[in-house]
Nanobody, 126 residues
Framework: QVQLVESGGGSVQPGGSLRLSCAAP????????VGWFRQAPGKEREGISC????????YYIDSVKGRFTMSRDDAKNTVYLKMNSLKPEDPAVYHC???????????????????WGQGTQVTVST
């Protein structure tokens, strides 16, 4: 199984921005549906966004809608999550994941995804 590689995390002040990247060394990412997830300490992994391998999505859960933007760059074999207006509730380890399960709405379930990255830490603080 080929793992995904997330990058772009860091520490920002409330209201700041980050762009996370999800790269797929060794396989073609654009044939898969891709999801973004986050997991904060003591909480279950939460699906926040997904995009299809065609024209479906992206979709977002309500808590990030209007602030986060998901996109894919097939030439770079990379998927991005642009995060604006970060809030104190957003800190977590963010993961990308891929699988053949279709992205059709904002119900992004970790159990539907089989290939994962190791995650990148996002911190929001003064």
């Amino acid at each position: 199984q080929v793992q995904l590689v997330e990058s772009g995390g860091g520490s920002v002040q409330p209201g700041g921005s980050l762009r996370l990247s999800c790269a797929a060394p060794g396989f073609t990412l654009d044939v898969y549906h891709v999801g973004w997830f986050r997991q904060a300490p003591g909480k279950e992994r939460e699906g926040i966004s997904c995009i299809s391998n065609s024209d479906g999505g992206p979709y977002y859960i309500d808590s990030v809608k209007g602030r986060f933007t998901m996109s894919r760059d097939d030439a770079k074999n990379t998927v991005y999550l642009k995060m604006n207006s970060l809030k104190p509730e957003d800190p977590a380890v963010y993961h990308c994941a891929v699988d053949s399960w279709p992205c059709i709405d904002d119900d992004v379930r970790a159990s539907d995804y089989g290939t994962w990255g190791q995650g990148t830490q996002v911190t929001v603080s003064t």
